[in-house]
């Protein structure tokens, strides 16, 4: 028996191993019966009769397969299918709502390289889906069904022009237009490559483009935010202000400064949080975000009389708490950061370009407002082939208690096992880098010994 096909984010695998073109048949074909029934005579959009989905994909040459089998599946279901194309993750969430779409279809592996591939849905609105029901696409995988004919198969047609929508729906939130300022733009060879130069160029950015030439294989390749040196010598070396890196499907964005210096998610969510408070836009004066965000982030918002919701790891679980509190910022240390007025994910360019903006507004350089948080030193550690139900094991629980009491308030223990991969993985903040590795090292050895 097969375990449970959806991860935290999608199905994803090896294109033409695990993730198959029959597999990516199977899984629109549940999709359409799970999503768009529900959708086909829903009447608040102003439409009856077929569904409609939205597809679109990264640049890896996996996706012209799978978008092959993906759009056969929801046609042959009876749904009408526009054809994206390459766009980033958010934009097709965006244009799910903005096209009253019953659902929206994205294959990407993100950050992965480019052998992997994964599909991930949306539901109308642009939301991704809830784990109840991914259970219910799984469960109705190779199910029996009647299958249209003749009138009532769905039809398919390529909507590359939408493509724009996105980026003016974009330029719409900018609170500041970004004159004046010179930005090194590193597109990861994947989704965002025409997209993310237009939106910087219309909103008046002078902007100089790497990362952007896709082949199919060498999407994150060197490139994009999981590699920032090439960002930082271009950055320096041009005199640029600054520095944006999206990943593969563009929904994270990290930043470096005019001097090469790296500015990640946390940093990324402080500087914004400040910003909207300032001006009355942080809703509630929270934000939330994942355990695994530097406690200098914590340290900074409280210094600010600003409030952090912690959620599991997973920014499907920070949109959750965002939801349930009416927040309308949160995000991950990786650069996922959800700005929940103008998206319902996270999105890469939405997130620079109100970063950019505030540089613009506050005429301080990026790395004057990075310094609204002082990063603790962090150390992660990850044991590997160990057993992951013995994380709560008695003894370990006693060593990360000794530990966390000897830290004190200048440090913190976070144990946890992978998602994916047996391993147990250790995080440490202290005051030093040398004392969160003393900790975390020891920790991880406590690790092996108890659940080796």
């Excluded at 929270?286 to 340290?299: H, Q, W």
Aim: aromatic share 4%; net charge negative.
């Amino acid at each position: 028996m097969r375990g449970r096909l959806f991860g935290t984010d999608g199905v994803r695998g090896v294109a033409g191993r695990d993730l198959t073109a029959e597999l990516a048949m199977d899984l629109s074909v549940a999709a359409a019966h799970v999503l768009g029934d529900a959708g086909a005579f829903h009447v608040s959009v102003g439409r009856r009769g077929r569904p409609i989905a939205v597809v679109g994909r990264d640049p890896r040459a996996s996706g012209e397969f799978l978008e092959a089998a993906v759009v056969a599946g929801l046609a042959s279901s009876g749904v009408d299918v526009l054809r994206l194309g390459v766009l980033p993750t958010p934009a097709v969430a965006y244009l799910t709502s903005a096209l009253g779409a019953d659902l929206g279809v994205m294959l990407s592996a993100s950050h992965n390289p480019a052998p992997d591939n994964g599909i991930k849905f949306f539901t109308r609105g642009g939301y991704k889906l809830p784990d109840a029901v991914e259970n219910e696409i799984e469960r109705r995988l190779g199910e029996k069904w009647d299958r249209p004919i003749g009138a009532s198969v769905g039809r398919v047609r390529d909507a590359y022009g939408e493509a724009d929508r996105y980026v003016s729906h974009l330029l719409t939130t900018l609170p500041h237009r970004l004159d004046g300022l010179r930005v090194v733009v590193d597109c990861a060879h994947g989704a965002a490559h025409m997209v993310a130069p237009e939106a910087l160029l219309r909103a008046g950015a002078e902007v100089e483009t790497i990362g952007a030439a896709p082949d199919g294989l060498n999407i994150n390749d060197g490139a994009g935010s999981t590699h920032l040196d090439t960002l930082k010598e271009v950055v320096v070396k041009r005199g640029a202000d600054l520095g944006v890196a999206y990943d593969g499907d563009a929904d994270r964005c990290l930043a470096v400064t005019g001097s090469g210096e790296e500015i990640d998610g946390d940093q990324i969510m402080a500087i914004l949080a400040l910003a909207m408070h300032a001006d009355g836009r942080l809703v509630g004066d929270t934000v939330v975000a994942t355990v695994m965000s530097n406690l200098g982030f914590k340290i900074a918002l409280r210094n600010a009389g600003l409030t952090m919701v912690e959620t599991a790891v997973g920014d499907r679980y920070v949109l959750e708490a965002m939801q349930e509190g009416g927040y309308n910022l949160g995000g991950e240390q990786s650069g996922h950061v959800i700005m929940r007025d103008h998206a319902t994910t996270g999105d890469g360019l939405l997130t620079s370009l109100q970063l950019i903006a505030e540089v613009a507004r506050s005429g301080r350089s990026l790395a004057e407002l990075a310094t609204a948080m002082t990063k603790m030193p962090q150390v992660l550690v990850n044991v590997r082939d160990v057993t992951k139900s013995k994380a709560s094991a008695p003894e370990l629980r006693a060593a990360v208690e000794k530990a966390e009491a000897e830290l004190g308030d200048t440090g913190r223990v976070l144990l946890r096992p992978s998602g994916t991969e047996p391993i147990i993985r250790v995080m440490v903040e202290a005051e030093s880098h040398e004392r969160a590795a003393a900790v975390a090292n020891h920790l991880a050895q406590v690790v092996r010994t108890v659940c080796g």
